[in-house]
Structures are given as C-alpha cells and as structure tokens.
C-alpha cells in the first residue's frame, strides 16, 4: 500500500451540503496520516506503478516486515513488469522466498505477461484494465488505481473493514468475509474529491495497521476516538460468528512450504527421494506435492524427478 502525494482537503471532505456519509471523519485521519505514516519503498514516488502493484501482491496475508526484504529483492531483479514476464515463472516461485501463498508469485508473473504483451509494459491507469490482468482482484485493482494513480476507489483490506465496523457501524470485528453492505459503507464514506479520496484510503488503511489494530486498539492515540461508534457504545463484544485462527504446523501448508523449499534451493531437478525427506507422513506428503503439481508450482518430469515450472 503505498501514500499518493498529499493534496489540500477539499471542501467535500471536510462537510458542506454535498459532503459524504464520513466528512467528518476524512481530514482528521488524513492529518494523522500525514503525520505518522510509515516510511515504506512502495510509498515513494520512486517506486512508480510496478512497485506499488508488486507490493499490493506481497502484503496480502503477509506482515509489512517479512514483506520488505523480498520487495526490495524482487524490483532489484525485475524493475519493470517486461524484467519479469521474460523470466520463467518457476523464478518468480523461487524469488518469493518464504512470504507464504506462493500462487501469488505465479499470479504476479501472469500479470505481468499480460502487461507486457497487452499494455507494452506500463502498468494500465484504468480500473477495468487492472480487473482484466490475471491474478488481480477487485480489491488489488481498486487498490493500484488509487495508490499508484490518485483515483477514487473504495480500497477495502481487512485493516479498512475494522475501522469501518468499529467507527461507523460500531462493532468490533468485521464479517468473516467482504459483504455488499460494506462495499456500499466504503464506497458512501469516499471524499468526493479524487486526491482526496486516494488520500483517505491510504490513511484509514494505515490507521488499521498502526492503532486500530485486531488484538489491541490504542484509542488514545486515535484521531477519530470521539467519533467511534465502537467506543461511544462501551466497546461491545464481538457477536457475531467465531473469529477464524490461523493455524499452520502440521498442516498441508507447512507441508507445501517444506517441498517447495527443497525445490527452490536446487536449481537442477530434484529426484522423489529428495522431496521425501521433508515430511515424515507419506500420505500427507503425497497430496501436499499433488497440489502444487495442480496449481502450477512445481513440475513433474520424467524419471520421478520434479522443479519449479519453466513456462
């Protein structure tokens, strides 16, 4: 998630008669923004369109700091979309490292191919554009369309949807997953003003991060505290469906992890025998490998020998 340059609040932000449903929450979270936003590669203007979609990729279930070190990595090797889509997909796999979720890399070498070959390389302006590259989600799209080019579009994270639940619908955690009624609270709580708007979500998506935050809220730092409906109501429990833990040893995640390991650190075939040292339970181990097979992480070749996918 990357900052788009500061503009001056527009009058729709602040209120007025046209002003949207969160006017009076836009300017205090954006001044607190501009005060305390992180220093982050992909919020400078150096890091361009590319830098911003590659990091969007990056940070999807994965924390800002295990983030960093690959993302500087990656647009070291690939600084243009056309670096990458020249290079084998398995390379993308191998370059991802240990973020987790690695069909990302497969998705983010795709839509790289398809700038290439679609946009000559530049990374497309317009919402429908991004929509239509392979890998890329309403909320990936909306996000570099307003962080790569100032344009207004309801950003919506699961950082943005808790502050959203906690401030104006007063509830603690969002739904489990993204509902209509969210997306209309979003896209009803946008500034009107473009900048403004790219402004705005940037920020509420920083203020989820930093202050907001799912196991702990520091409400006394929080520009909008007197406005939250969460807090104003006594901060009521959470009712609604149990929240979903995350849970990885012993899993075919940690599983996938391990194999894909071996395959990344070798950069010659590696034989059956080599991939069953991971994983002690050979069922376990048998569909994990089957899976990546099945979503085009790793190839099998002939000879009981595997890799990661060169086309």
Sequence with gaps: MTAPTKPPHSSAADGGTDAPLGAGLHSPVIDWFDEHARDLPWRRPEAGPWGV??????????????????????LARWPRPADLAADAPGEAVRAWGR??????????HGAAVAITERHGGDVPREHAQLLALPGIGEYTAAAVASFAYGQRHAVLDTNVRRVFARAVTGTRYPPNATTAAERKLARALLPQDEETAARWAAASMELGALLCTAKNETCGQCPIAARCAWRLAGKPE????PRRGQTYAGTDRQVRGKLLAVLREAHAPVPQ??????????????????????DGLVEPLSG???RLPLT
């Design 304 to 306: 009981g020998l595997y």
């Design 238 to 241: 959470h009712d609604g469906p």
């Design 53 to 74: 979609m590659v990091s969007e990729f990056m940070l999807q279930q994965t924390p800002v700091s295990r983030v960093l070190p690959v993302y500087e990595q990656w």
């Design 99 to 108: 973020l987790g979720y690695p069909r990302r890399a497969l998705r983010l």
């Design 273 to 294: 025998t080599a991939l069953d040292r991971v994983w002690h339970e050979p069922v376990q181990r048998a569909r994990a490998l089957d899976g990546l097979v099945a």
